[in-house]
């Protein structure tokens, strides 16, 4: 089977002729940026020469670490089977996501004189993919024809992903077509992949047409490929659709799994169906499927916001019983549940709840709860929430302070929200945009023009542009309404001239 020109579109058509240099260009990675947490990895080496087995351990939060330890297993006397532990390491180091790592050390296996082989070249070829690389990519694809390998199905399989994680899924169909075209046989999981990636670009019926298509490829539809089709179709609202793609899994004695399960609930839940999501409930618990903690979640989330607190309690006593343990994302949902009915007490007793069984609450945790207690005029609390936020390392942001200043102003407190407001400025932080500091100052200058405090509103918005925030046309049409609705016709032309002047018309 001869492989010899490939066409991807970024680097224009590649040629896989032979290349003089054996050795890829690498990129000057600083390899202790990527290194966000410790990770440790044993590896048991041994040489053919000798029984003694030598115990690495490569600790990749420490590239000194990760290069003496590769080093030292590089010195012990190369032989045929050194490529093949040299593969095993590289491999622990992907299924660590130290995608980068690998590529350096991957260098020096070279630099020390170890050629490689089709396996530690996939795996090269992979994390440049996962990188979104592509071009590397394709160049370790070259190096593969010129070391007289013939690229594998894991191979052409790491490149389709690559294009699809970098959003290229036009270009990775493309590509599918021309392995095809030259007889390379693909499997389940690179046509998992395409599905995969058709679904994320919203493409789900072209999903479900190459989903029809791969049966006279000789590939057989599996689990994971109908699941992903009907999540895109419950997604989109097609939950009829859905489920006209579970019976035929059912027909075709292909077993739905919780995923499954999981997405029809969902799309169920979306489409305001909860009887019928509680059903399928029963009928996973029927067949011995457990469901997980996103399955609950999803119909926690959608009974609270329909209001259905004593069903959210039979679903909780359900969990409990099948052993699957509540985390931050349920606690989450039931939070912002409460919060939403406004039932803010019992959403504090199960924000205390989470200390008693160590789940750290989140920022989301600390907004429901802070959106809650400042709607329901309880500010005085939100305070101690904002000391406990800080002292945990989990900074406010610019949604938390939006809905403390919406609550100041709403309560008259005026003065307070320009405090804070000072505050936020004095300390540094910084918000996620422009447009949200323009959200802070609007909402409290609504506050001033509904108390009928006018002239203070037009002197807030002198300041915004002393502090070099610029209002936007929600916040001139904000005064412009309640100038008018009081009146004050003179000052509102004026500022419907000035918002004209500024283009924001």
Not at 1 to 14: D, E, H, K, N, R
Not at 152 to 176: E, R, V
Not at 284 to 299: E, G
Request: net charge neutral; aromatic share 8%; proline share 3%.
């Amino acid at each position: 089977m001869s492989f010899s020109v490939l066409t991807y579109g970024v680097a224009g058509a590649i040629t896989l002729s032979p290349s003089n240099n054996l050795c890829l260009p690498i990129p000057n990675f600083n390899c202790r940026r990527f290194y966000s947490q410790p990770h440790s990895i044993s590896l048991q080496v041994a040489s053919s020469n000798s029984q003694l087995h030598h115990n690495l351990v490569v600790n990749v939060d420490d590239d000194d670490d990760a290069d003496s330890s590769f080093n030292g297993m590089l010195d012990i006397n190369p032989t045929p089977s050194s490529v093949f532990e040299v593969g095993k390491m590289l491999g622990s180091l992907v299924k660590n996501k130290q995608f980068h790592t690998a590529i350096l050390l991957s260098h020096q296996m070279e630099l020390k004189g170890i050629q490689p082989n089709l396996v530690t070249l996939n795996i090269l070829l992979n994390c440049f993919c996962r990188l979104g690389q592509l071009n590397f990519a394709f160049s370790v694809l070259a190096k593969i024809l010129k070391l007289g390998y013939q690229p594998d199905t894991i191979t052409m399989t790491a490149l389709m992903k690559g294009m699809c994680l970098s959003g290229q899924i036009k270009k990775a169909l493309d590509f599918h077509d021309e392995v095809i075209s030259k007889g390379f046989q693909l499997n389940q999981i690179s046509y998992g992949i395409l599905i995969d990636g058709l679904c994320k670009k919203g493409e789900t019926t072209a999903a479900l047409q190459l989903l029809r298509r791969i049966q006279s490829l000789m590939v057989e539809p599996d689990v994971v490929m109908y699941s992903t089709v009907i999540h895109s179709l419950c997604k989109d609202k097609l939950v009829s659709d859905a489920f006209h793609l579970y019976s035929e899994m059912i027909v075709k004695k292909i077993y739905p799994n919780v995923v499954t399960y999981t997405s029809l609930i969902y799309g169920l839940c979306v489409v305001g169906q909860f009887k019928e999501a509680l059903g399928l409930l029963n009928e996973m618990l029927l067949k011995n499927l457990s469901p997980d903690v996103f399955t609950f979640n999803i119909l926690i989330g959608a009974l609270y916001k329909e209001g259905e607190t004593r069903k959210v309690r039979n679903i909780l006593a359900v969990m409990i019983k099948q052993g699957v343990k509540p985390d931050v994302s349920c606690y989450n949902v039931m939070i912002n549940g409460l919060c939403k009915k406004n039932m803010v007490e019992e959403a504090v007793t199960l924000f205390k709840e989470m200390y008693l069984k160590n789940i750290s609450p989140d920022i989301v945790t600390y907004n429901s709860l802070i959106d809650g207690l400042c709607k329901s005029g309880r500010i005085s609390d939100v305070w101690d929430l904002l000391d406990e936020m800080h002292d945990r390392g989990q900074p406010a942001n610019v949604i938390t302070y939006t809905s403390i200043l919406d609550a100041l102003c709403k309560n008259h407190q005026f003065d307070k929200a320009i405090e804070l407001l000072a505050k936020i400025k004095d300390r540094g932080i910084q918000l996620d945009s422009y447009h949200f500091d323009v959200t802070m100052y609007t909402v409290m200058i609504d506050g001033l023009c509904k108390e009928g405090l006018f002239d203070e509103a037009l002197s807030l918005m002198s300041k915004m542009e002393d502090n070099g925030c610029s209002p936007n046309a929600v916040t001139y049409k904000t005064l412009i309404r309640a100038l008018l609705k009081n009146n004050k016709n003179e000052k509102a032309v004026k500022l419907h001239r000035e918002m004209i002047a500024r283009g924001l018309l």
